[in-house]
Nanobody, 120 residues
Framework: QVQLVESGGGLVQAGGSLRLSCAAS????????MGWYRRAPGKARELVAV???????NYVDFVKGRFTISRDNAKNTVWLQMNSLKPEDTAVYYC??????????????WGEGTLVTVSS
């Protein structure tokens, strides 16, 4: 089994910055793609950013130019640097990882989430 643990959430004023971290541990041969999703109050979970094993990144339009996703394959860790935060960024942010297990199978995992609150 694989566990994803997020950290770095908190309360910040509009225009501020936060850096989220997600560390994967457990039965891992390698991690394919890793990403960040978020769920705002009363809304469905939505994709924020994704990064492949080779470092190719994609962002949804509402965070382009403000957020940066990065990873360290040796540490099985992914980060999300969030700058110029807006109140509409307020949400629980979830780490996601597509994990290759030691026997060659792939499985998707989710973290428990970390709360980001952006005040006006």
């Amino acid at each position: 089994q694989v566990q994803l643990v997020e950290s770095g959430g908190g309360l910040v004023q509009a225009g501020g910055s936060l850096r989220l971290s997600c560390a994967a541990s457990g039965s891992i041969f390698s991690i394919n793609s890793m990403g960040w999703y978020r769920r705002a109050p009363g809304k469905a979970r939505e994709l924020v950013a994704v990064i492949t094993k080779s470092g190719i990144t994609n962002y949804v339009d509402f965070v382009k130019g403000r957020f940066t996703i990065s990873r360290d394959n040796a540490k099985n860790t992914v980060w999300l640097q969030m700058n110029s935060l807006k109140p509409e960024d307020t949400a629980v942010y979830y780490c996601n990882a597509d994990v290759r297990g030691p026997f060659g199978y792939d499985k998707n995992y989710w973290g428990e989430g970390t709360l980001v609150t952006v005040s006006s």
